[in-house]
């Protein structure tokens, strides 16, 4: 080239190269948490065709150390040195439909964020061990984008778990400041951090992989500091869907540009139908309210575990305590991850224009029947229509507030105040005392403090229900003359008792040659 095309060229760009040690600690700060840093690299695992991830945390105060391994097909060396460099994958490229990556900085970025050096090492099957490591003490020294070619004597240590592997990739983790900061080995306190966010985890990856680790045959299996069944990973189902109180809406395929979107609703059971385990597993590592929503996956990989996703008619939906049982399964492929904003983390996903209007729709028919759920004790399916049933309160107007009356019309009320033995007047005024003092605030404000427990209050046991279901079902058919069906079918209308259809069954049958 002439020297004056040269300074042609020359005038028209020039190189920006960025610094390397300012770089790379700015990427420290891209917002991973420890639980989304080892979901993504967990990610690369199932990409790898990985049946099995083994973490370890290995406690040494700064010194500790963090390892996935998996037992995929593992990389060449040209592989591993390309999955170093930062940006190994342009996201606008088409991928294989069951990829779970899109920038090519998941285990750069994720691992940066938690630790002082990572260590790769690799090996694919008849192949020789690969290793690599980012030292960002050794980039910060250099200012340059050094990657080195050899672990630590410590991370050799390490390595030596893949002997055991055909094939399989170890991550290590050294210095994890993020972790432990500074501390000494003896740091109790310290240590017990680090125990408690490996528990943390356990719960997060049980949560983001539940339909890779979850039936009888499993995809995928994680252990967490150990190898036998006590430390494996469990699945867990958002939806429960195996349980037989749990509602569904009808899925719906939404065709969309980029691919189809599946959206399906489901209707959690109401308190009063789980066991206490089924209830406390239920409500999930945020808890009840935290868990509600839309729960958006990639290739079955949980982006977003319960969101509204900015949806709502007037402004955004809030998570609120009477929608707490709506939650929604929304599958994405990822020819979508623009469309939908996944970010780096793949833990934010936003819904395009396109698809919002019917999104809000289909959640509103969730939402609508999760508040009757837990309105109504679970009573979404009894033997008469919701509209039917005689309940024992009565929501009034008064002025431009809402009160709340014992409402006179219950038969278990109506026969008291027709009884001879106990005088009308009294019990109305015992009544209108207990209508005047119903403690709204204090209820209003412990159902805000302690969501969960208000259902205790409200509980009612069989044992208690039978002598009042027996006591009732006489008064209709001697007070009242009903006949047993009738008497039957007005307490199935009556609440408590249409909680309790199995009491109601087990009531005397008529009998033999009478008519009904």
């Avoid at 891209?30 to 990985?50: E, M």
């Avoid at 469990?234 to 349980?243: I, N, R, T, Y």
Wanted: aromatic share 8%.
């Amino acid at each position: 080239m002439r020297e004056t095309e040269s300074q042609s060229v020359d005038a028209q760009y020039e190189l920006s190269v960025p610094p390397a040690a300012s770089t790379i600690e700015a990427l420290r700060g891209i917002g991973y948490s420890l639980t989304t840093a080892v979901a993504d690299l967990i990610d690369n695992s199932i990409s790898a065709g990985a049946l099995t991830v083994w973490i370890d945390f290995w406690w040494a105060g700064a010194e500790s150390q963090v390892t996935i391994l998996d037992d995929g097909i593992g990389m060449s060396d040209a592989g591993l040195s390309r999955a170093m460099r930062l940006g190994s994958t342009n996201p606008l490229d088409e991928r294989d439909t069951s990829d779970l990556g899109r920038f090519g900085l998941g285990l750069k970025t994720a691992s940066f964020s938690q630790c002082r050096r990572l260590t790769v090492a690799t090996r694919q099957v008849h192949e020789p061990l690969s290793v690599r490591s980012w030292d960002l003490d050794y980039v910060l020294l250099h200012d340059e984008w050094r990657v080195l070619r050899q672990a630590t004597e410590s991370g050799k240590r390490r390595i030596v778990s893949l002997d055991g592997l055909t094939s399989g990739t170890l991550v290590l983790w050294e210095h994890p400041d993020q972790l432990v900061g500074d501390a000494t080995e003896t740091d109790t306190e310290a240590r017990v951090s680090f125990t408690r966010a490996a528990d943390s985890l356990r719960e997060h990856l049980g949560m983001v992989f539940h339909r890779y680790l979850g039936g009888k045959r499993p995809l995928l299996q994680i252990y967490l500091n150990g190898r036998d069944d006590e430390h494996r990973v469990e699945a867990w189902d958002p939806f429960l869907e195996s349980h037989p109180a749990t509602v569904t809406t009808p899925e719906e395929f939404i065709e969309v540009a980029g691919g189809t979107v599946a959206v399906k609703g489901f209707i959690l059971p109401h308190r009063d139908k789980l066991t206490e385990p089924e209830h406390r597993r239920a409500a999930g590592p945020a808890g009840w309210n935290g868990q509600q929503g839309f729960y958006v996956y990639r290739n079955r990989r949980l982006l977003v575990a319960g969101s509204w996703l900015g949806l709502g008619a007037e402004r955004p939906w809030a998570r609120e305590e009477q929608y707490k049982l709506a939650r929604l399964r929304l599958d994405l492929p990822n020819s979508m991850d623009s469309q939908w904003q996944i970010d780096v983390r793949k833990s934010v996903a936003r819904p395009p224009t396109s698809v919002r209007v019917r999104l809000r729709q289909l959640a509103e028919t969730v939402r609508v029947k999760a508040r009757h759920v837990f309105s109504h004790r679970g009573q979404y399916q009894p033997r008469v229509t919701p509209e039917a049933v005689i309940r024992a309160w009565k929501q009034v107007q008064q002025g431009e507030s809402i009160g709340y009356r014992v409402n006179r019309d219950h038969p278990l009320v109506a026969d008291c105040l027709c009884r001879d033995d106990i005088p009308a007047a009294s019990l109305e005024q015992v009544l209108r005392l207990v209508e005047s003092t119903v403690p709204v605030q204090k209820i209003w404000l412990d159902m805000a403090e302690h969501p969960d427990a208000h259902a205790l209050v409200g509980g009612v046991a069989e044992d208690a229900v039978r002598p009042v279901l027996r006591a009732l079902y006489e008064a209709l058919r001697v007070t009242q003359e009903f006949s047993h069906a009738a008497a039957k079918s007005q307490l199935l209308r009556t609440e408590p008792f249409n909680s309790f259809a199995h009491l109601v069954d087990e009531l005397d049958q008529p009998e033999r040659g009478t008519t009904e």
